[in-house]
């Protein structure tokens, strides 16, 4: 995604079973592919790593997860987070920065429109997330950088510290 996140350092690798075919417009799963992918971004220290898979789940039904080594949603956040219009951070925190840089934030309603996506295209969607446990609060910031955080030293201690995975499912083809 280097024309989509100029300047960033993390790594997105692709795995999952081949061959997997889903029914949904092309256009509406590039949407939706992309807002999870730009969150992931968002959520993601340099040196971190971004892996979107897919695989067969419970004998049926497609699965894509986008899994991220990022800071993660806590517990109150994750309850609210489909809702639109919810800051997980108080907005004084959120900056002016662009889509893709590590917090930039938004005003929430990319997930809301995920949701509403899914209602109407017979798709569920999920988020399961571990935050940080060197920044267990909203207010607690991450360095932006594995190299920069005094509490790791590599992605994989980062990728034990916390991150979050979204995960879609769709009817057979």
């Not at 999952?16 to 417009?25: K, N, P, R, S």
């Not at 925190?93 to 295209?121: C, E, H, N, Q, V």
């Not at 991150?163 to 009817?171: A, D, E, H, I, R």
């Amino acid at each position: 995604m280097p024309v989509l996140a100029p300047g960033r350092a993390v790594a997105v690798r692709k795995a999952g079973e081949g061959g997997l075919t889903v029914w949904i417009d092309p256009g509406v799963l590039d949407k939706i592919l992309v807002a999870l992918v730009k969150n992931a971004f968002e959520a993601t220290p340099d040196g971190g790593e971004i892996i979107v898979s897919s695989r067969l789940a419970d004998g049926r039904r497609v699965q894509i997860d986008i899994r991220d080594t990022g800071t993660g949603i806590t517990l109150e956040s994750q309850r609210q987070i489909f809702g639109g219009f919810y800051h997980a951070k108080e907005t004084d925190l959120y900056t002016t920065k662009k889509p893709f840089d590590f917090g930039a934030g938004g005003k929430g309603l990319d997930l809301l429109r995920l949701k509403i996506l899914s209602k109407a295209y017979g798709f569920e969607i999920g988020c399961d997330s571990t935050r940080c446990r060197f920044i267990p609060r909203e207010s607690d910031l991450c360095p932006g950088a594995i190299a920069l955080c005094p509490h790791v030293e590599s992605l994989e201690q980062c990728a034990l510290a916390g991150g979050t995975v979204f995960s879609l499912f769709f009817q057979p083809y």
